[in-house]
Nanobody, 126 residues
Framework: EVQLVESGGGLVQAGGSLRLSCAIS????????IGWFRQAPGKEREGVAC????????KYEYVVKGRFTIASDNAKSTVYLQMSSLKPEDTAVYYC???????????????????WGKGTLVIVSS
């Protein structure tokens, strides 16, 4: 059984930093695309960042590019999202998701993301 567990969320002041972790277990596919998504209150879920072991290796949503960094530690089966220069509009529940069918970050969509974590809440105060 594939499981994704997010951690690292919390309350931080604007301008601060947080590192989210996504611990993945039971994932056996040789191909992978792992995405970080977020959903703010009253808003639709949006893709934030993506990492894969294929040709398009990383992608970021434009509003976080330069502030967020996605990275993977294959030995620990963990994907990280380092968030810096946080803004109140970054407040959301952050989810990681895994697509075992492809290895490309062409888009930041949820299509193909078969496995999801339960999310971790990030609150950025002004």
């Amino acid at each position: 059984e594939v499981q994704l567990v997010e951690s690292g969320g919390g309350l931080v002041q604007a301008g601060g930093s947080l590192r989210l972790s996504c611990a993945i277990s039971g994932f056996t596919s040789d191909e992978y695309t792992i995405g970080w998504f977020r959903q703010a209150p009253g808003k639709e879920r949006e893709g934030v960042a993506c990492i894969s072991n294929g040709d398009v290796r990383m992608k970021y949503e434009y509003v976080v590019k330069g502030r967020f960094t996605i990275a993977s530690d294959n030995a620990k089966s963990t994907v990280y999202l380092q968030m810096s220069s946080l803004k109140p509009e970054d407040t959301a529940v952050y989810y990681c998701a895994a697509d075992p069918h492809s290895s490309s970050c062409i888009t930041l969509g949820a299509l193909g993301m078969d496995y999801w974590g339960k999310g971790t809440l990030v609150i950025v105060s002004s």
